[in-house]
Each structure stands twice: as structure tokens, then as C-alpha cells.
């Protein structure tokens, strides 16, 4: 069984850093494309950060470039996601997202992902 596990969120200041964790098992992802989204309260999922298959590519919502960066471990089967200069507005659950179909670069739209994780709290204080 395919399982994503989130962790790593929390409580933070505006200005503050949170690092998030995404660890896959029931199968290696090694060879996918693999992503953050978020979600706040009454609104719809959005794209945060995408990553392909060795790391070699990437790509942001423009809301937080040059403040997020999304990597991987393969080794570990584990994706990353380093949350600097958090904002207010960056409070929602954030989810990992995996892909089955083997694209070439990273993906930005929910309904290409095919594995979710619970999510994880990310709260930032004014």
C-alpha cells in the first residue's frame, strides 16, 4: 500500500522557516515527478513546488519564488520542502503529491497527481 506521510509543520513568525518532510513507502519514487501543494481554508488546492525525477528540474508558484526550494532524497524515497521568510498568507495544510505517469519534468496541477499524503499545518503569525 501506497502511503505519503507528511511532517515537519507548525507554528511560526512571519519571517520565520519551517522545513517540511514527505516520506513515501509501498513503493519507490525514485523514477517520478513529485510535488507540494496547499491548501487553505474555502479555497481550492494550489500548486507550491514541483520536482522530476533526480532533482534536475524544478518549478514554483510565483507566490514563492526565491523563498521556498523543493528537493529530494531518493535514497530515502523522501521529498523536502525549506519554507524561508514565511508570510501570513503562507498558512494552509500543505500536501505531497506523487506521480504515477513517468513525466519528464514537474507537474502543476492536482489532478496529475495520483498519490496524496494527510497534509501537515503550516501556520504563520503576523
Known amino acids: 500500500q501506497v502511503q505519503l506521510v507528511e511532517s515537519g509543520g507548525g507554528l511560526v513568525q512571519a519571517g520565520g522557516s519551517l522545513r517540511l518532510s514527505c516520506a513515501a513507502s509501498?513503493?519507490?519514487?525514485?523514477?517520478?515527478?513529485m510535488g507540494w501543494f496547499r491548501q487553505a481554508p474555502g479555497l481550492e488546492r494550489e500548486f507550491v513546488a514541483g520536482?522530476?525525477?533526480?532533482?534536475?528540474?524544478?518549478y514554483y508558484a510565483d507566490s514563492v519564488k526565491g523563498r521556498f526550494t523543493i528537493s529530494r532524497d531518493n535514497a530515502k524515497n523522501t521529498v523536502y520542502l525549506q519554507m524561508n521568510s514565511l508570510k501570513p498568507d503562507d498558512t494552509a495544510v500543505y500536501y505531497c503529491?506523487?506521480?504515477?505517469?513517468?513525466?519528464?519534468?514537474?507537474?502543476?496541477?492536482?489532478?496529475?497527481?495520483?498519490?496524496w499524503g494527510q497534509g501537515t499545518q503550516v501556520t504563520v503569525s503576523s
Open positions: 509501498g513503493r519507490s519514487f525514485s523514477s517520478n515527478v
Open positions: 503529491g506523487a506521480v504515477r505517469k513517468a513525466y519528464s519534468a514537474p507537474r502543476d496541477r492536482p489532478n496529475e497527481y495520483d498519490y
Open positions: 520536482i522530476n525525477w533526480n532533482g534536475g528540474r524544478t
